[in-house]
């Protein structure tokens, strides 16, 4: 069964640093990952989607690096924004499974 | 551009009551699926569609039906709510899982009591 972790669960960071999320997964037979962000009452928005095939992904200030072989994957957010504040997690489906495995998420808060 | 669309986005159940949750999405997308989110946890499988007139169980299947007459539509039933149903369901499809992301609505929140 394929596990999806994050850590740390919650991180608060002044504005204007450059900052790292991690997702962990257990299961390396993936087709991709994808990086959603969540604001508080909200859906899920997908951030950045990077193929089983690709080592990174980029958008904006957004950088997410994935590493099948050990199993995981960053999300690198550049010259942080209090509008930046928000959840983010992580997903992965399986190969030959169209379920989608989510990790709990990081909750993430840029003090001005 | 609609992509993934839920209604209601709130609801409040009396124990024991029925409803149904929509979704429909206009992306013509095979896949669909139905998510729950309970506070401060992540989001479980409730039940998925690969295509109209295909379902298969998730995760948390107990207490929910699905039926998928259409490529568009997805709806979620509720059967004899109950309060450990209280949560926001959300809504995804994807064309094809292996080469493209997923679509979410932004949820139902619904409340049992």
């Known amino acids: 069964k394929q596990e999806v972790t994050q850590i740390p669960a919650a991180l608060s960071v002044p504005e204007g640093e450059n900052l790292v999320l991690n997702c962990s997964f257990t299961?390396?037979?993936?087709?991709?990952l994808q990086w959603f962000r969540q604001d508080p009452g909200k859906g899920l928005t997908s951030l950045l989607l990077?193929?089983?095939?690709?080592r990174e992904q980029t958008s904006g200030r957004l950088n997410a690096s994935l590493d099948k072989s050990s199993g995981r994957s960053t999300l690198y957010i550049a010259a942080s924004q209090p509008g930046d504040s928000a959840t983010y997690l992580c997903a992965v489906p399986i190969f030959g499974n169209e379920k989608l495995t989510f990790g709990t998420g990081t909750r993430l808060t840029i003090i001005p | 551009n609609a992509g993934v669309t839920q209604t209601p986005k709130f609801r409040i159940l009396k124990i024991g009551q029925s409803m149904t949750l929509q979704c429909t999405q206009d992306m013509n997308h095979n896949y669909m699926y139905w998510y729950r989110q309970d506070p401060g946890m992540g989001l479980k499988l409730i039940y998925y569609s690969v295509g109209a007139g295909i379902t298969d169980k998730g995760e948390v299947p107990n207490g929910y039906n699905v039926s998928r007459s259409t490529t568009e539509d997805f709806p979620l039933r509720l059967e004899l709510a109950a309060p450990s149903q209280t949560s926001v369901y959300f809504c995804a499809s994807s064309y094809r899982t292996e080469t493209y992301g997923y679509t979410f609505g932004s949820g139902t929140r619904l409340t049992v009591v």
């Open positions: 299961d390396s037979a993936i087709y991709n």
């Open positions: 990077i193929q089983s095939s690709q």
